[in-house]
């Protein structure tokens, strides 16, 4: 018989910030009374996705908790971001293009290269379920959003869409989040805070299954995602209703990790399909490449790590 968690144990997970603030979420969604009975509803589906989000926030506390935790840039012990490596993460951002850039692709901005701390956190968030870095890295990635809006020159108070890379539904199962998109929403409620008026915008979704990136060349990866997503007419009115009436806004693609651009290409194209115009692609980290178009050593993702 396995040993039940030591009541210390127990503390640590009722006491801890991240706990609480489930508790509390799960109190104030929709659904919910003030004093914390479920209200009759007229759709039971409305409760069931606020318990259900509620729940996942509980999860992620305990698997905070479960694992042993090092910082991701440096494996100090005791947290998975440490002080001193957290303001590396958020940049400097700039203008990090995949050589050979593909034909077609806009200018790709991250907040830094994909090794140190950089990988070590998308590795975390992505592959072992660690939420807790949600919010960091949604701000590495709001601040490769604003390197792109700073480039193009974008007038204050431009409305600003950002477009996350679609993941694909075995990743997401075998995940349990579309990382992506989580951070996508951590980027645009970072930049909100800085008052700019930016919404994500589900707009794109697969159209089939793609083989797994990992070890194909560029030519290959470029193969293997065209027409791999599509833009639906939901989607185009929910980027008109992002935008404006008059579609004076930007768009901005986003994505964890940008290695070759095969799939950030393939994502514009989709939008590009349907008259949408991309002022760049975000990302968190991008491999450092050498003139010859290889990534330097340790630079490369893992295999399902980076989509391309």
Request: aromatic share 2%; with cysteine.
């Amino acid at each position: 018989m396995p040993h039940s968690p030591p009541a210390a144990w127990w503390r640590r997970f009722l006491s801890s910030a991240r706990t609480r603030r489930a508790l509390s979420s799960a109190r104030t969604r929709r659904g919910w009374s003030a004093g914390g009975r479920p209200e009759v509803l007229s759709s039971a589906g409305t409760w069931l996705a606020g318990m259900s989000a509620s729940l996942r926030d509980l999860a992620d506390a305990l698997v905070d908790l479960a694992l042993p935790r090092f910082c991701v840039g440096c494996r100090a012990p005791g947290r998975w971001l440490c002080p001193a490596c957290a303001p590396a993460l958020g940049g400097p951002a700039q203008r990090r293009d995949p050589r050979p850039r593909p034909a077609g692709l806009p200018p790709v901005h991250t907040a830094g290269s994909y090794r140190g701390v950089h990988r070590g956190a998308v590795l975390a968030h992505k592959e072992r379920g660690v939420r807790s870095l949600t919010r960091p890295l949604g701000r590495a990635l709001a601040a490769a959003v604003q390197s792109v809006l700073d480039e193009v020159g974008a007038a204050p108070g431009t409305p600003v869409a950002l477009v996350a890379v679609p993941t694909s539904r075995a990743a997401i199962a075998s995940r349990g989040d579309d990382t992506v998109a989580l951070l996508a929403a951590a980027a645009a409620a970072s930049l909100r805070r800085q008052g700019l008026p930016v919404t994500v915008v589900k707009a794109l979704r697969p159209t089939r299954r793609r083989a797994d990136q990992a070890g194909l060349s560029a030519a290959a990866r470029a193969a293997n995602l065209a027409g791999a997503f599509a833009l639906s007419r939901r989607g185009t009115r929910r980027l008109r209703r992002a935008l404006g009436a008059e579609c004076g806004g930007l768009v901005v693609v986003v994505d964890d990790i940008v290695t070759t651009g095969a799939t950030a290409r393939a994502a514009v194209a989709a939008l590009a399909a349907r008259g949408v115009t991309v002022a760049g692609v975000a990302a968190v980290a991008a491999p450092v490449r050498r003139p010859s178009g290889r990534t330097e050593p340790g630079d490369r993702p893992p295999s399902g790590a980076g989509k391309g």
